[in-house]
Structure formats: C-alpha cells, structure tokens
C-alpha cells in the first residue's frame, strides 16, 4: 500500500514564528488531506488538496503530485495552533485514507 | 456544514462483551468509514462502506464487523470485546467515490476502554 510520512515529527515554536510541514507519499494518489487534531481527539479538516495551492486565513498548502509531495505552512503561529497535524491520502475510489504519523507542533507564548 | 455524529464519547465495556458504536452523517453521503488510532501507530482503517448493505474491510478487520442498514447510519460491532481492541474509534463520511476520493469528514471519536 501507499507509505506516507511526515516531517518533522515534533515542532516547538514562539508564537508568531512561522512554519512548514511535509508529507512524502510513495505512489500517485487522487485524495490528499490535511487535518489539525485538537485535544479532544477530533479531527478538523484543513485542506482537501490532491494537487495545487490553498490558502485560507494564515494557512496555506500545496501539492506537487508529479514529485508525490505536499506542503502545509503556518504563518505567523498561535497557541491555538498546537496539535498534531497529520497528512491523510486515498488512491482508491470508496478507499479509506492512509494517514502519516503526524507532526506534533508545540507553540509558546 | 457535514456533521458526522457518534453515539458516546468515552465507553467502558467488560472483557467479552457485545459491543455497538454507531455513527451518523446528515449529508446524504454514500461513503462512510471507520478507523482506530493509537499511540504509536496512528489512524488505520478498519473498514468501509460506499453503499447501504455493502461492505469492504479495510486494514485490521479482524475482531470486527459493522452494519449499514441506512445510508445515514454505519455501525462498528465488536462480537467480544477484547482488551487490545480499547483504542479510540473515528467514524468519517465522503459524498461519493466516482472518479476521484471526494473530501472525507470525521465525527468527534469514541474513546473504548474494555476491561
């Protein structure tokens, strides 16, 4: 099946820094998502993003699916915005997603 | 706005126990999904369904079953809950699977703990 990894694996960052996180795929894909998981467990959809740019608010994300890639940047950070961010993708068509590991982003004050 | 909805937030079950977690979507999706996630290995897919009455298993079926006898309404069964099988439980839903994978959507979770 399909490999998906995430780097890096942990961020710590000051608020307001800025920040990008990549997700690798080993095999074309025709899903690719991103979603922030808050500490009750839920899952927020970010981006619904197989191939390129997004942006909403001061987040924004791209895809290059030619070099099985996909970049997801924060932009001037918030406390808020720790969580783990993980990268989901599907090749299937009623398929479930494979998910990376995620990143665990830590913003300080 | 999708809302994907799930039965219990947290449950606590006995070892050999019956167990139903139901899911439910209000947006007329075709697809709906379950996974589990635990530390270490992240979110993996148990299994799926794309149409009422059908079902695919997914990555770790074993010790599972589900049902869907609505299309609004997917169910995870555990026939006798085992210990190992205490993890959290995410149900998603996606409009369709013609063509390309359509954006899935994830309900709050259920967090199981079987003693």
């Known amino acids: 099946g399909i490999q998906v990894e995430q780097s890096p694996p942990d961020l710590i960052l000051q608020e307001g820094a800025n920040s990008t996180l990549r997700c690798n795929f080993s095999?074309?894909?025709?899903?690719l998502q991103w979603f922030h998981q808050n500490p009750w467990g839920q899952l927020i959809n970010l981006f619904y993003i197989p191939s390129g740019t997004k942006q909403n608010g001061r987040l924004s994300a791209t895809t290059v699916a030619t070099e099985r890639y996909s970049l997801l940047y924060i932009s001037s950070s918030q406390t808020t915005d720790s969580g783990v961010y993980f990268c989901?993708?599907?090749?299937?068509?009623?398929?479930?997603?494979?998910f990376g590991k995620g990143t665990h982003l830590i913003i300080q004050p | 706005d999708v809302k994907v909805t799930q039965s219990s937030r947290y449950l606590v079950k006995r070892t050999g126990e019956k167990v139903f977690l139901e899911c439910v979507q209000d947006?007329?999706?075709?697809?709906m999904f379950w996974y589990r996630q635990d530390p270490g290995l992240g979110l993996r897919l148990i299994y799926f369904?794309?149409?009422?009455?059908?079902?695919e298993k997914g990555d770790i079926p074993e010790g599972y079953s589900v049902s869907r006898e609505k299309k609004e309404r997917f169910s995870l069964i555990l026939e006798s809950a085992s210990t190992n099988q205490t993890s959290m439980y995410l149900c998603a839903s996606s409009l369709s699977s013609r063509g390309s994978q359509d954006e899935q959507f994830f309900g709050p979770g259920t967090r199981l703990t079987v003693l």
């Open positions: 095999d074309s894909v025709n899903n």
């Open positions: 947006m007329d999706h075709e697809n």
């Open positions: 989901a993708v599907g090749a299937g068509g009623a398929d479930g997603l494979t």
């Open positions: 369904s794309y149409d009422v009455k059908m079902k």
